[in-house]
């Protein structure tokens, strides 16, 4: 094996190989866990773009949710403390906050869902609005928290699978990945797969799809496209809610200003690549946290010989920004080949019963 | 004429007026937090806090237009994509890439004659800015990329390539933190000065900037395909325009004036720049375009404001105890209305007039890639 390393220019790319399965064979959990607020703000921005409503607001949903959900385990946890339970040492708080923060997440859906479909404003500028709202608007009662400052209800713990099964050759490290982790990023899985199902295989993910396609015909056939979109939106709400209780409530404990840095975006990115698919974007928004967790582990644990020298020599910048990069990369690449449903973001107007 | 004007002012007055009583209630909500006690006056303490810093000295009115010129110059930049049918988020990548060039030019020219060094790093600035913003035009004409996400992808990136090239090879040697070297003779000079508060001659930018963008928009043949464009890229194109081209270009105008402001800031205001230089000025700049109603005069008048917020804010966390982050909420509110103005029609019983947000159906009819505009 080490043979072939040493081969001139090729051997790089087996050093390459090489680098890129430890890296993901070691860092299973984080590149998942990394994957979660991308993947569930995908999943809502399916809920939304297959109904036919542009979110660009998901940034902003999950900022929102990430401030509510820890603001308000906070608040039940100085109520009521108590001690972590035995799975993934739940507490009461954490477990109101996280329903506070998908709580959170339908409520600014709904907003989204009454500009861009009932005053049918555009449906991108309704997004950004959200966007400022939630981050001027979580930017100023952070400065105002932190300057008197609230103990946090701590987080989730991440579920320990047994060893067993993590030792196990070869595929032990998919079990770490996919178990050992804490219950939103466990239910990731769970609600990719349901939605993927429901969306091809169930009578509202056709009508969905219908409304999504060609809202007239849906119409005609009796399909109340205004109530649908709104419903979708909303529950949309519940992923970019889960996505930002993720933040405060299972990767982190606390609450930064504009902590999201741009995730609601890369999932949009995601759910393009994927091409408006539960599981597709799903596989997209895993390439994404592969990408980030290449930086870091550039950064901590370079490789050894001719391809540590060239990757140590790149800027960690470069780094920092290649999340960045990937999704502009796939979004040039891929959109030309990449459909939306053809009635995504255009409003509609129900015909006058004449 | 003064019918049409007041249908045109009435929505973002309404907008304003309904913004200050909703940042009250948030003021009145949070004043336990801000000053230890619940406080119903406290709106009051800080709005007028505000308008004391910002209009009500000479010192304040010199920070109201230094304020304001980013704001203008950006707020133009996302009013002019607006009417090419295209949302340039991107404000503060093209601002931060102009404002690091001109850092480095200004840095190497520091020791140049003043009538050289300070136009070569402004006009350094504005072409960097201006590829900078050709990126996503470029992108969006060829393979269908939305703008919207692509200039929030560039926002970060520049981030990134500021933060390299002030901790690497812009690093000025000796200095205890990370920043650029002064800019020495390529600053702009200042005009005004009076108790610390200065204002530099490229306050005059936006307003310069105002009238060419007014005239390229209504009085050339380019401005109306872009106009044409943005209103109905199939009708622009049965029509023998060049979408791709135009789009290309109106980005690029964008990222021009991005560029001058960051220069502006630079060269005019700091005199160097921090690694760690951080704006906000793409996502104010979307407020000040819709709230002057997309058209270069309302963007000047709504920069001005805005800047006035942003001059007080400072006296408004000292008095009031009320964070500068305030001013944010405030901008944000003011943009909720804006879009939702039925609420603001419905209160202040206005009827219906033409402009604003309404007209800019066109921004998310290319989403997706799926837009014949982005085809051949």
Redesign the interface.
């Given at each position: 094996m080490n043979g072939l390393f040493d081969l001139p220019v090729i051997g790089l790319v087996f050093q390459l190989l090489d680098f890129l399965t430890k890296v993901i064979t070691l860092n299973g959990p984080i590149i998942l866990a990394l994957a979660t607020p991308l993947a569930l703000g995908a999943l809502c921005g399916v809920m939304c773009?297959r109904s036919g409503v542009?979110n660009?607001g998901i940034e902003g949903m999950m900022l929102a949710s990430a401030f509510v959900g820890w603001f308000v385990a906070a608040l039940v946890a100085q109520a009521m403390p108590a001690a972590p339970g035995a799975f993934f040492g739940v507490t009461p708080a954490l477990l109101i906050g996280l329903v506070a923060a998908v709580c959170c997440g339908m409520l600014v859906s709904t907003l989204h869902a009454w500009?861009s479909i009932s005053?049918r404003?555009?449906?991108?500028?309704?997004g950004?609005?959200i966007?400022?709202?939630a981050?001027?608007?979580t930017?100023?009662?952070d400065?105002?928290?932190s300057?008197?400052p609230m103990p946090t209800a701590g987080k989730f713990e991440a579920f320990a699978p047994p060893d067993a099964l993590t030792g196990l050759p070869l595929v032990g490290w998919l079990f770490k990945m996919f178990l050992a982790q804490g219950p939103i990023t466990l239910s990731v899985i769970v609600l990719v797969v349901a939605l993927e199902i429901l969306l091809f295989r169930s009578r509202w993910g056709l009508r969905t799809r219908a409304v999504g396609e060609h809202p007239k015909a849906a119409e005609t056939v009796g399909i109340d496209v205004i109530r649908l979109r709104y419903r979708n939106v909303i529950l949309g709400g519940v992923f970019a809610g889960l996505a930002g209780a993720w933040f405060t409530l299972d990767f982190g404990n606390s609450f930064q200003g504009g902590m999201t840095?741009?995730r609601g975006?890369?999932a949009?990115?995601a759910l393009?690549f994927g091409r408006w698919r539960p599981i597709g974007a799903f596989l997209a928004a895993l390439l994404f946290a592969a990408s980030s967790a290449l930086g870091i582990a550039i950064r901590t644990t370079p490789p050894s010989g001719e391809l540590g020298r060239i990757l140590t020599s790149i800027?960690e910048?470069?780094f920092?920004?290649l999340p960045?990069?990937v999704?502009?990369i796939v979004?040039?690449?891929v959109?030309?080949r990449?459909?939306?449903?053809?009635a995504?973001?255009?409003p509609y107007e129900r015909e006058s019963a004449t | 004429m003064v019918a049409r004007l007041r249908g045109q002012l009435a929505v973002p007055a309404g907008a304003i007026v309904l913004a200050l009583l909703v940042g009250a209630v948030?003021i009145i909500a949070?004043s336990p937090?801000?000053t230890g006690r619940f406080d119903p006056t406290l709106p009051l303490v800080t709005y007028w806090a505000i308008i004391q810093g910002s209009l009500l000295s000479v010192n304040g009115l010199i920070d109201t237009v230094r304020s304001a010129a980013p704001l203008i110059l950006v707020g133009l930049s996302v009013g002019f994509c607006f009417k090419a049918g295209l949302?340039n988020?991107g404000g503060q990548g093209q601002f931060l890439t102009g404002a690091v060039t001109a850092a480095a030019v200004g840095g190497a020219l520091a020791g140049a004659p003043p009538y050289i060094a300070a136009p070569v790093a402004i006009l350094a600035a504005m072409a960097v800015g201006a590829l900078y913003g050709m990126i996503p035009g470029f992108?969006k004409a060829f393979?269908?990329?939305?703008e919207?996400?692509?200039t929030?992808?560039?926002?970060?990136?520049a981030i990134?390539?500021v933060?390299?090239l002030i901790q690497?090879p812009l690093r000025a040697p000796g200095s205890s933190f990370a920043r650029s070297a002064d800019v020495g003779n390529a600053a702009i000079p200042v005009i005004i000065t009076s108790g610390g508060h200065q204002a530099h001659l490229g306050v005059i930018f936006p307003f310069i900037a105002a009238g060419i963008i007014w005239w390229l928009l209504y009085r050339t043949t380019i401005g109306f395909e872009i106009r044409t464009v943005g209103a109905n890229p199939d009708a622009a194109r049965y029509a023998g325009m060049r979408p791709r081209y135009l789009m290309m270009l109106a980005m690029s105008v964008a990222g021009l004036l991005g560029g001058l402001a960051g220069a502006g800031e630079i060269l005019g205001v700091s005199g160097y720049m921090p690694a760690a230089y951080s704006t906000n000025v793409g996502?104010d700049a979307?407020?000040v375009a819709?709230l002057g109603r997309v058209h270069p005069l309302g963007i000047v008048f709504a920069g001005l404001l805005l800047g006035a917020m942003r001059a007080g804010a400072g006296l408004m966390q000292i008095q009031a105890g009320v964070?500068v982050?305030?001013i944010?909420?405030l901008?944000?509110?003011i943009?909720?209305f804006l879009?939702?103005d039925?609420v603001v029609r419905r209160v202040f019983r206005i009827r219906a007039a033409a402009g604003g947000?309404a007209e800019?159906?066109t921004?998310?009819?290319t989403?997706?890639?799926?837009t014949k505009a982005s085809q051949p």
């Open positions: 773009e542009v660009i500009l005053l404003v555009d449906q991108i500028i309704s950004t609005i966007n400022i709202v981050a001027g608007v930017g100023y009662l400065v105002l928290f300057t008197n840095g741009g975006f890369i949009l990115a393009i800027p910048e470069v920092a920004a960045y990069i999704t502009i979004l040039a690449g959109v030309g990449s459909i939306a449903p053809a995504d973001g255009q | 948030i949070t937090l801000a949302f988020i992108l393979t269908g990329a939305h919207v996400v692509t929030i992808m560039l926002n970060y990136i990134q390539i933060a390299y690497g996502f979307i407020t819709l964070p982050q305030m944010d909420v901008q944000g509110v943009l909720f879009a939702a039925i947000v800019l159906a921004v998310t009819g989403y997706g890639g799926t």
